[in-house]
């Protein structure tokens, strides 16, 4: 993705930030509450038509449990970062012995 139009982002970002509070199992009405902003604001930004604060979206990601590699990758064009975001992603996926263990491995090297 070379070029990316503000209202791009504020799709894609809707998109993920909805599908993971679906994911989480909570309404918009709940989120509201616990971001402290509108639900009217939840709304349009889960339909692409308003962008996202900054301060709103740190709260969102810690809220919902979103990395900032699932945030942004859609967005990456560098290819070692694309790299160290698939690495990541690997990580994410193994259970916490084994991610003790390659923190360890990783430690050794």
């Given amino acids: 993705m070379d070029s990316v139009s ?7 970002f809707g998109k993920l930030l909805r599908d993971y ?3 989480s199992g909570l309404t918009q009405e709940k989120l509201s509450e616990q971001l402290g902003i509108s639900l009217k604001y939840i709304s349009r930004i889960e339909n ?3 962008g996202v604060k ?15 590699n699932t945030l942004y990758k859609e967005f990456i064009t560098n290819a070692d970062i694309k790299d160290s ?12 012995e084994n991610k003790t ?3 360890s491995i990783i ?3």
């Avoid at 900054?54 to 900032?68: D, E, H, R, V, W």
């Avoid at 975001?85 to 916490?96: A, H, R, T, V």
């Fill in 107 to 109: 430690d050794l090297l």
């Fill in 21 to 23: 509070r679906i994911k």
């Fill in 101 to 103: 263990l390659i923190s």
């Fill in 48 to 50: 692409g038509n308003n």
């Fill in 85 to 96: 975001i698939e690495l990541s992603e690997k990580i994410d996926k193994l259970s916490e």
């Fill in 6 to 12: 503000k209202s791009n982002i504020d799709k894609i």
């Fill in 54 to 68: 900054t301060q709103t979206l740190i709260k969102y990601m810690n809220i919902l449990g979103i990395t900032p």
